[in-house]
């Protein structure tokens, strides 16, 4: 699909296209295999598993954003419980 494709055909035309699905399914395995590379990327280096924790204690403030954060995680696992009837996993 191409710029001059979108500006050559009517929104309808285009949405049609049957090359649309396939460059739809080919961006998407493309992106399942880019985050595929990087998770094993980070998953074998201690160093990049380091600077994400790094950058997600400093700029990233996951601590004040999760400990501001704590009446709502709180209320949410209890709505969560409540709905499945089970305790909600992972909330402290």
């Given at each position: 699909?191409?710029?001059?494709?979108?500006a050559?055909n009517?929104?309808?035309?285009?949405?049609?296209?049957?090359?649309?699905?396939?460059?739809l399914?080919k961006?998407?395995?493309?992106?399942?295999?880019?985050?595929?590379s990087?998770?094993?990327?980070?998953l074998?280096?201690?160093s990049?598993?380091?600077?994400?924790l790094?950058?997600?204690?400093?700029?990233g403030?996951?601590?004040?954003a999760?400990?501001?954060?704590?009446?709502?995680?709180a209320a949410?696992?209890?709505?969560?419980e409540?709905?499945?009837?089970?305790?909600?996993?992972?909330?402290?």
């Amino acid at each position: 699909m191409s710029p001059t494709q979108a500006a050559a055909n009517t929104k309808e035309q285009f949405s049609n296209s049957p090359s649309l699905q396939d460059e739809l399914l080919k961006a998407i395995m493309d992106a399942v295999a880019a985050h595929q590379s990087m998770s094993r990327q980070a998953l074998n280096s201690e160093s990049i598993q380091a600077r994400i924790l790094s950058t997600l204690l400093g700029p990233g403030e996951l601590w004040a954003a999760l400990r501001g954060a704590g009446g709502e995680t709180a209320a949410l696992a209890a709505r969560q419980e409540a709905l499945q009837g089970a305790p909600a996993h992972g909330v402290a």
